[in-house]
């Protein structure tokens, strides 16, 4: 009697998980037959009234049909999900070839630049920064330039209606520096300088430059050469050569323009025009002094190199580009080559 009924739950129970069609019914298949108050957990408790002959048969079979069930709500579970991954891959067909991302790179000036400060990083020299609209001060008056140098003429800058004005120079960050720290100082500054050049090929009215200043006691002409041959070393390799030629600049005296020969710009024997730089001219530390009110850059004290060069020319000697404006055009068939 009892057997019967335990086989008939089972039957019952397997029917019902056949055709439950989602979790929910199989859950209630689950209670209503496993449940505390469910079907086998009612012959469970008449256990107790059994006979000894009964006990272990009916003891056993109840097992077998309680394990049973359990089996099937599980195989139950897992073929509903396997129809739902099957359904939400319906439609997708794996074989077909993925879309690819396209990544980015960065700007090839960022690029040379990033490489540039890692090398003077080597060195010890921090990175320091100025803003682009600046003072006649800061961009003149500070580096020795007197008011009627040509580089001040309303021709060559761009000039705001209040006397300010776009840098001309990141020599600006020079003076910058040194009216906030004193020495020793050993900075670089790269970024934006602007001039009303005519746009054409080889000029921009807005280029990228590197500025290097280097103060403390006993600098000379010696770690000046020493430390740009270094770099420019590191950045075209061992087989750079260097000529320092006598220059001008009002900024620093003596003063000199590199010219460099090598492999890496394509100019084996002949000589390119890459950098400027010289020794802190005295008056520039005076007219700092001044500013800040102190003689914190005592000329009978401390010497100082500088250097400033352009990075958009370099860029373009380094990786063959022939016009300028590719730079700053935003092409991505030009970009997408770096
Ligand atoms: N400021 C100069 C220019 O824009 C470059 C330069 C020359 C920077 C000599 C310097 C320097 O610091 O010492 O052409």
Redesign the pocket.
């Known amino acids: 009697m009892i057997d019967q009924s335990l086989e008939q739950l089972r039957a019952d129970a397997l029917a019902e998980i056949a055709t439950a069609g989602d979790e929910g019914a199989l859950e209630l298949v689950r209670v209503k037959y496993l449940g505390r108050s469910g079907g086998i957990a009612a012959i469970s408790d008449g256990m107790k009234s059994l006979s000894k002959d009964d006990k272990p048969r009916i003891g056993k079979l109840l097992n077998e049909v309680r394990n049973a069930v359990s089996a099937a709500l599980d195989a139950g579970k897992s073929a509903l999900l396997a129809d739902a991954d099957k359904a939400a891959f319906a439609g997708v067909d794996a074989t077909l070839p993925g879309i690819t991302q396209r990544l980015g790179t960065l700007h090839p000036i960022t690029q040379l630049q990033d490489r540039a400060i890692q090398i003077f990083r080597r060195m010890g020299f921090a990175l320091a920064d100025g803003p682009d609209i600046e003072t006649e001060f800061h961009c003149f008056d500070a580096l020795n330039t007197p008011a009627d140098h040509p580089a001040r003429n309303e021709q060559d800058t761009f000039y705001f209606g209040d006397g300010r004005l776009l840098r001309?120079?990141?020599?600006t960050v020079?003076v910058r520096t040194m009216e906030k720290s004193a020495p020793p100082i050993r900075i670089i500054a790269p970024g934006a300088?602007y001039r009303r050049d005519e746009i054409d090929a080889t000029h921009l009215a807005q280029f990228t430059?590197m500025?290097?200043?280097y103060v403390d006691e006993g600098v000379s002409v010696a770690d000046l050469k020493g430390t740009l041959e270094f770099f420019f070393r590191e950045l075209f390799g061992k087989d750079a050569k260097f000529r320092f030629r006598p220059h001008f600049?009002p900024?620093?005296e003596p003063?000199y323009e590199v010219d460099i020969k090598a492999t890496a710009l394509g100019s084996a024997d002949r000589w390119l025009e890459i950098?400027?730089?010289?020794m802190v001219d005295p008056a520039v530390f005076e007219s700092i002094n001044a500013r800040r009110n102190d003689h914190a850059f005592d000329p009978e004290k401390y010497t100082g190199?500088?250097?400033?060069?352009g990075l958009d020319r370099l860029a373009m000697i380094m990786s063959g580009v022939t016009d300028i404006r590719a730079f700053t055009d935003n092409d991505q068939r030009f970009l997408a080559q770096f």
């Open positions: 001309t120079h990141t020599s020079q300088a430059q500025e290097g200043l600049f900024f620093t003063s950098a400027g730089c010289g190199f500088a250097f400033g060069f």
